[in-house]
């Protein structure tokens, strides 16, 4: 694989240059991760320009990562929120995730529960398990939307079978405290013992307690 990299990314570049917005995806990583052609930041966010403004979703959230970050550019939350709205109206669920964040901490816009709510929802449908967990936390402390337990219980639930451990902890002390469903200790310690298997302390001290 690694032989035949340089040409890959000769082709990707041919393709790239006639427009094609995938082709220039996998030539800016190509440049990220010095596959093929020398390492450079400066390419790679040249190629991912290129296929943002060609309408890729994943450049626009990856430039908006970058921008979010001050990755290979200057810092600025307003083209960070710019690109995630590119890459999220047209259904890129991390991108969503990421206007979640941005409404609920008030980084570059107004602080906004109902928004960070409904970017949440919006992600959280498409099955991103962050999303799911940041949406059912939402409903069981009403914030942005009216306090549900048995929602909250529902999008928990979603999130920790995909693996979250912050969801399996909360799952754990829902049932351990009968939040959405009647108290139930043997569930509430099979889903702390899901996240503290995988070295989340408080679900670690939660069962020690």
Excluded: F
């Excluded at 094609?20 to 450079?40: F, H, I, M, N, P």
């Excluded at 995730?97 to 960070?116: F, H, P, R, W």
């Amino acid at each position: 694989m690694e032989r035949n990299a340089p040409e890959a990314a000769r082709l990707y570049q041919l393709a790239a240059e006639k427009g094609v917005d995938t082709a220039a995806v996998r030539l800016a990583e190509c440049y990220l991760k010095g596959r093929g052609v020398s390492k450079s930041v400066d390419e790679a966010i040249k190629w991912y320009k290129a296929a943002a403004k060609l309408g890729n979703s994943s450049a626009q959230y990856y430039l908006g990562d970058c921008y979010a970050k001050g990755n290979g550019v200057t810092q600025s939350a307003a083209d960070a929120l710019s690109w995630y709205k590119k890459a999220a109206v047209q259904g890129h669920g991390d991108a969503q995730l990421a206007l979640g964040m941005i409404y609920e901490n008030g980084d570059g816009v107004q602080k906004s529960d109902e928004n960070a709510a409904r970017w949440y929802l919006i992600s959280a449908e498409q099955g991103n398990r962050v999303a799911q967990r940041k949406l059912a936390t939402c409903y069981a402390e009403g914030r942005g939307v009216e306090k549900n337990s048995a929602l909250a219980l529902e999008w928990y639930h979603k999130s920790a079978k995909k693996g979250d451990i912050e969801a399996q902890n909360y799952l754990g002390s829902c049932y351990e405290n009968g939040l959405g469903a009647s108290k139930d200790l043997h569930l509430a310690v099979i889903w702390y013992q899901k996240a503290a298997i995988k070295g989340h302390t408080e679900a670690q001290y939660n069962l020690g307690t």
